[in-house]
């Protein structure tokens, strides 16, 4: 039997995932699971976007442009622009979602062996990404503490070593839900250009920033046009997660020329997701007010049932769907498959996604887990007196 | 300015592209150009997955299993039980198109510096994976004399070093049409047995194989479990290029666990496209049987008008809609350009696809080109008298 690949075999398994045994057979007994756990938004897919695929006039169809089809690549740029962000549809690659952008970035400008900075805890996939392009993601930690603040920029300093080619961040944050302010960016903006280092920006939650707070994009820094490459999607900001379209964006013409290599490798994104994604762009305002209120209800609703809990410490995000909470538990891996596997209330429980899959830094995040607030605020409650009821009678309690 | 990687920089540009920008000038110029060059056929796609798309009831587009849809893949297995093809859902992993289907293979299969035979001309775009994968593929020559034949068996073991891991076939064969006959699989089947190596075996074009000739498929192979990867795609059976899905069907165990850890860094496969793919399942008998008169037709014009040109020959090909093609030219990149840049008869030319970027031992196919008929038979007809006027004219004719 021919061996399997050692990129195979490093192949991180998605933290997420290892749960879903349990959840399945929670299920099984009948028992309501609430899947806290998990970036699926439950808000509608804006009609018009939906109406485009009804309509679709085309009899067959074909390939499309390896950049992606000119026409939306065009009102992408106009979307960008909207957004103080100047690029034209040249800059812009279309992807198989923000993951491929991720592949794709990562394979066009680091080899096997380089190392990227990011803030943990991060997005876990980047370690999937990361290892099948054979580089090395170095941690540097932000702490509950500080709300996942963007690290000191000495401690980011001391990372960088002779292979250090980037840094990565998301922002708004996937797991943390901080949003980087300006002050942070500009911070981030002299580490790249004093160390010539690409900055990979993953801001697929750009739409979802709460309190008045604006969204500062990589692509706002200035001088950066060779550094910044950006990673974007629309499955969060039209709640579009399987259509799988996404964009690498950027103005270093290098990386550009060598990504479409990659893209014309898999010859085109997908074609159907791109008909969607060119509509959506004429999403009426009124779609994300909606959706911008639905989430601070649902936000606002969870901090304060969860910091009412004892021991519990949820920082209040100022961006996506997410927090990073620390409970009163000996190990969030533990409990999370204990909820599932053994606890009940009102025939109730929920999912989360333990904390230690999105730390690269053994042992951190042992007593955090991630939250998504993705569910109604009916179910977020019941989801919450479920989670109440199980800190007061988990053995693994720690105070 | 930060540095591309060196992937980036071996990455090869799709030989089929190079021609692009003189086919946009010489459209610019108001010439009509026949596009003989790429796989995108004009059939339509079947009426029954467009209605299935028109009357999604989805209210949001959700990522679906990373593996695909379980209905789907349920489906799926039912198809390939008819092909005599014993495997069911959970050895299937839907893809990104076929494209994914070969990087996932690649990755969980090979290590940088691994080397994959492959019979050449083949399929350009496995260069781009071996790239992304770091591997080499090493080529042993199929000739145009023996209309493209699997190379004897003696052949591709003198390719074999300890570096080897798999041999690629693409069957019906990319770029050049042949069939493999029954009694070429088993001697492949011998060999990967003999040196334990994987099969990988891309078998899009599945569907079309002509003059009554069966397909024998990898994955009828007796005692080749753990060997076989099939790569398939909907992308050709049912012209359904866009919608970008495929899929990695093996029986091997580890080899499905391993990428499914690719798969779900990528969360998931195209939503929309799987809608697609599951309700083509159910064409009728009838769209194939039409497909496949309209390629015998198509084929056996093209075939007989390209033999009649002085100094040219081509294969009757058995399966695909390729032939790769000898022309009495000095060198077939120089003529596709030419016939783009220079030439046009009653305001018309055409476009090929040069052979050589289809071979990877240096010189060879010069005098060659890869013919997709996948236009219907009177654009072929102009197309092929363009062609043969054009190499009347042609200043660098060789006989």
């Known amino acids: 039997m021919p061996r399997i690949s050692e990129k195979g075999r490093s192949m991180p398994a998605s933290p997420i995932r290892k749960l879903v045994p349990y959840a399945e057979e929670a299920k099984r007994k009948g028992r309501k699971v609430y899947h806290l756990n998990i970036g699926q938004p439950d808000i509608p897919t804006p009609e018009l976007a939906l109406d485009a695929l009804r309509n679709m006039q085309e009899k067959v169809i074909v390939y499309s442009h390896s950049a992606g ?42 080899n096997p062996g380089d190392e990227v900075i990011a803030p943990e805890p991060f997005y876990a996939n980047y370690n999937g990404f990361a ?25 980011i300093e001391k990372k960088i070593t002779e292979r250090t080619k980037g840094i990565i ?26 160390h010539d280092l690409y900055l990979f920006s993953d801001e697929v939650y750009r739409e979802f920033c709460y309190d008045g707070e604006k969204h500062f994009s990589a692509m706002h820094l200035e001088g950066t046009s060779e550094n910044v490459i950006l990673m974007d999607s629309v499955s969060k900001r039209y709640s579009e997660c399987g259509v799988r379209i996404g964009a690498l964006v950027t103005r270093n013409r290098e990386v550009l020329d060598t990504a479409m290599k990659f893209a014309q490798a898999r010859l085109s994104p997908p074609g159907l997701g791109q008909i969607v994604g060119e509509a959506s762009i004429d999403t009426p305002q009124e779609y994300f007010d909606d959706v911008y209120n639905e989430y601070i209800a649902r936000r606002d609703f969870m901090v304060e049932a969860l910091n009412k809990m004892p021991g519990v410490y949820c920082p209040k995000p100022k961006g996506a769907f997410y927090s990073t909470v620390k409970l009163p538990v000996d190990d969030a891996d533990k409990f999370s498959q204990w909820l599932l596997e053994e606890f009940e209330y009102k025939n109730q429980t929920v999912m989360l996604a333990p904390a230690s899959g999105f730390y690269s830094t053994p042992g951190l995040g042992k007593n955090e887990v991630r939250i998504a607030y993705v569910l109604n605020t009916g179910d977020l409650k019941n989801a919450m007196e479920a989670l109440a009821e199980a800190l007061k009678v988990y053995p693994g309690k720690t105070k």
């Open 69 to 110: 089809n000119e026409s939306y690549r065009r009102k992408l740029a106009g979307y960008y622009q909207g957004l103080g962000i100047d690029v034209d549809h040249t800059e812009i690659i279309v992807t198989t979602g923000g993951s491929e952008a991720v592949l794709f970035s990562f394979m066009t400008c680091l």
């Open 169 to 194: 961040i998301c922002n708004p944050n996937n797991p943390t839900g901080y949003l980087y302010t300006k002050e942070e960016m500009l911070q981030l903006r002299e580490i790249i250009l004093k």
């Open 131 to 155: 290892t099948a392009a054979g580089v090395k993601i170095v941690a540097v930690t932000s702490k509950i503490e500080e709300d996942f603040a963007l690290p000191p920029i000495n401690e």
